[in-house]
């Protein structure tokens, strides 16, 4: 495993990919931590800009082009944008059911299952993890 081809990568694949990993590894003790608390709160801001950054980053990230200079992916981003704020504001409604279902979707969707396609052949994650 080697960072390299990730660091070798045009602007903004780096802070698209080092943000969304962050998410991932936070995300995971968000997951796990108990809820409700201080730092559950202060951890939660922190995965919440993550988030923001790895939608908003994808709309310059153009490896898979399928509509113009856009893919299926990107509508994605657009959900996790849309979900974010509703998602932060069913929190401080203590709508707890229902900010806990927008995490944890956004978890699954967009970190785990968008994240596992980075890893296919002649992708950039894949070269980093297996190599050339």
Do not use: C
């Not at 802070?15 to 990993?21: D, G, K, R, S, T």
């Not at 409700?36 to 082009?65: K, N, Q, Y």
């Not at 995490?103 to 297996?130: D, E, Q």
């Amino acid at each position: 495993m080697t960072l390299a081809p990730l660091l070798a990568a045009t602007a903004p694949i780096p802070l698209h990919a080092f943000a969304a990993m962050a998410a991932f590894v936070l995300g995971g003790v968000q997951l796990a931590a108990p809820k409700g608390t201080l730092p559950h709160r202060a951890l939660g801001w922190i995965w919440v800009a993550l988030m923001a950054t790895v939608a908003a980053s994808s709309f310059w990230v153009h490896t898979i082009r399928q509509f113009g200079d856009f893919s299926v992916i990107h509508l994605l981003s657009i959900f996790t944008l849309a979900v974010l704020p509703l998602a932060v504001w069913r929190a401080r409604r203590h709508q707890v059911a229902r900010h806990r279902l927008a995490m944890i979707s956004l978890y699954v969707g967009a970190l785990v299952i968008a994240g596992s396609f980075t890893f296919y052949p002649g992708r950039i994650m894949h070269t980093v993890v297996f190599g050339p």
